[in-house]
């Protein structure tokens, strides 16, 4: 049954908790591979490009499922719920999938699988969650991507338990995307705030085009994007690098430290929903970008030293730079016309880990050239920036009255 929108349903805090904890479990496939490349590369004796292309083909995989799903608008045809549960078992699918190779090239093959499958999880999650919000709809979103985040930090933390072979994080990762699939189908179901189901249409995706908001929410996502997972795939390597230079921890300290950094973005977008409901989502985005943005200039100087420095900016960094990443999508919904939401959603996602294919290839290479990861990060810096100022634009925009109640 449908409910007025000014009415908030009842038990919408517990599909909240159920959903997020479905999330957390289906998106530790993500990094999976990320997590074990220090054994793989000395196991497959994997170079660079390779080792870069275990995380890559995610994201390529992520891109195609997402850019495939809004041609086809599978989110505005198809419930969410059920094309989650498709997507959490052909994800674990595909990770077991690493299990049955020793070839680097094939492993790559199961990650881009893994990454079209997840696509199928990550969007149709945002809307699902927004049919049982009407307010609060920042902090909602905000908590579905505070359980990616933990769950795309989760693999670092099993990896950093010490003494566990590559083989034991990719069978955990793959069974705890299959529990959450399990959770999906007994526990969550559409709210009472339904967005209209609608057939397939091609000309749905140049609407989204033509909506001037949706577009400027949408370039301050791809500046977001630009840095978020690349500064995700690649701290690990940093920190390493950084320990090794000040002469302290190891291996599993490195992850310890990774998985910190990634795993308290949870409580940043927790944090940025709140502010993004009641203080404006234009602002709280550009406020996170700002800080994230200084925090990758800032990086460099603290590679070597103090350590309790670069522990302190690594996780104020890896608090700011996800904690804006609900409130671009959270806009869509409020800007966009109902009939598209589900393929703007996915087309703004699916762009968005376009460009996070650049720069997790980019890093890398820029390693190599200077023969250090120290200044690597300074690449990011153009993603805020652009974020900022798409943000700032909106801002004053008309229609930006519709963002947060008013609060734009």
């Not at 699939?181 to 189901?197: C, D, K, S, T, Y």
Request: aromatic share 12%; with cysteine.
């Amino acid at each position: 049954m449908n409910l007025p929108n000014d009415v908030q349903p009842a038990g919408r805090w517990l599909i909240l908790f159920i959903l997020s904890i479905c999330i957390v479990l289906s998106m530790t496939t993500w990094f999976s591979a990320t997590a074990v490349i220090p054994q793989l590369r000395d196991i497959w004796s994997l170079t660079p490009t390779l080792s870069a292309w275990l995380t890559i083909g995610v994201q390529v995989g992520f891109v195609i499922g997402a850019v495939g799903s809004s041609v086809m608008s599978l989110s505005d045809i198809i419930s969410g719920k059920r094309l989650m549960i498709y997507g959490s078992i052909g994800a674990a699918i595909a990770n077991a999938g690493m299990l049955l190779t020793d070839s680097a090239y094939l492993a790559i093959f199961f990650r881009i699988l893994t990454g079209m499958f997840l696509a199928l999880v990550y969007p149709p999650s945002l809307k699902l969650i927004a049919t049982w919000f009407t307010k609060g709809r920042g902090v909602a979103l905000g908590a579905l991507v505070g359980a990616i985040t933990l769950g795309s930090a989760s693999p670092h933390f099993i990896n950093a338990i010490g003494g566990l072979r590559w083989e034991i994080v990719i069978v955990a990762t793959t069974l705890a995307t299959l529990l959450g699939a399990l959770i999906l189908q007994l526990f969550v179901h559409e709210g009472p705030f339904p967005f209209p189901r609608a057939p397939f249409n091609l000309g749905r995706m140049g609407q989204v085009f033509k909506n001037r908001g949706i577009v400027l929410a949408s370039l301050g996502y791809f500046g977001h994007m630009w840095e978020l997972y690349a500064m995700w795939a690649w701290f690990l390597t940093f920190a390493r690098m950084a320990l090794i230079e000040q002469g302290v921890g190891d291996a599993s300290s490195a992850s310890f430290f990774t998985f910190a950094v990634i795993g308290v973005g949870a409580l940043g977008c927790a944090v940025g929903g709140i502010l993004g409901d009641r203080w404006g989502r234009t602002a709280t985005t550009s406020l996170m970008m700002g800080i994230s943005g200084m925090c990758a200039l800032l990086a460099g100087f603290v590679f070597d030293g103090p350590l309790w420095l670069l522990i302190t900016i690594g996780l104020i960094w890896g608090f700011t730079v996800v904690a804006d990443s609900a409130q671009f999508s959270t806009i869509v919904t409020e800007l966009g016309d109902p009939m598209y939401i589900g393929t703007a959603l996915t087309m703004q996602l699916g762009i968005g880990f376009m460009l996070t294919v650049v720069t997790i290839w980019l890093l890398p290479l820029a390693a190599t050239h200077l023969n250090s990861w120290q200044w690597v990060f300074l690449i990011l810096l153009p993603g805020p920036a652009l974020g900022i100022l798409a943000m700032l634009l909106l801002r004053r925009m008309p229609e930006a009255l519709k963002i947060a109640n008013g609060n734009r």
